[in-house]
């Protein structure tokens, strides 16, 4: 009962996000930059999920609450929800489909090439995601979804090569990414003795 609850709030609150971005959209609230403003918006969702889905081991280990991992699942394919959004708003509204300039981007700018270095590592953490794959990869998939570790360091890299120079908005993320892959370091060290 208390795991069905806890994720209707977590469909509600992932989904909060874009429809705060439609009303803002039909009621001309996004701003000078609308398309800036949509784009941030939803790359800094994908970040605060993935660090909600980086949450769950150590809130499961602090709490001992062992079913807290069935919703760790559903986080992480809203954050690959969320990053397909941003990267689809830059592909198709900022960028018009122009692929040979879009490749350019990726080559070129540092901030762009590990967002869409992030979004891979997304992308085979999604489809890998049911109980189906879990089962027909066994060992391995615990090995393959590894992945998740390095696409908030990647995130955050992303967040600040972006901003401007003196704006310290990525500091909290970045600190967040410390604590949580510490916090891990910390227990596998402890293990490993």
């Keep these: 009962m ?10 509600i609150t992932c989904l909060l996000p874009l429809a705060r971005l439609a009303w803002l959209g039909t009621t001309g609230g996004l701003g000078a930059n609308p398309i800036e403003f949509v784009t941030r918006s939803t790359g800094t969702w994908t970040l605060v999920i993935l660090l909600a889905t980086l949450c769950v081991t150590p809130l499961r280990q602090l709490t001992g609450w062992t079913e807290l991992v069935r919703v760790r699942r559903l986080l992480g394919l809203f954050a690959f929800f969320y990053a397909c959004v941003h990267f689809s708003i830059w592909i198709g509204v900022d960028q018009f489909f122009d692929w040979p300039a879009m490749l350019k981007d990726i080559l070129k700018r540092p901030f762009i090439t590990v967002g869409f270095a992030g979004l891979l590592l997304l992308v085979p953490l999604a489809v890998t995601s049911t109980d189906a794959m879990r089962r027909r990869l066994k060992r391995n998939w615990a090995r393959l979804h590894m992945l998740v570790y390095a696409v908030p360091v990647l995130g955050v890299l992303h967040y600040w090569w972006l901003v401007k120079k003196g704006v310290q908005t990525p500091f909290p993320y970045t600190v967040a990414v410390a604590v949580l892959l510490g916090w891990r370091l910390l227990v596998w060290v402890r293990r490993a003795r």
């Design 2 to 11: 208390v795991l069905a609850r806890l994720r209707v709030a977590i469909w």
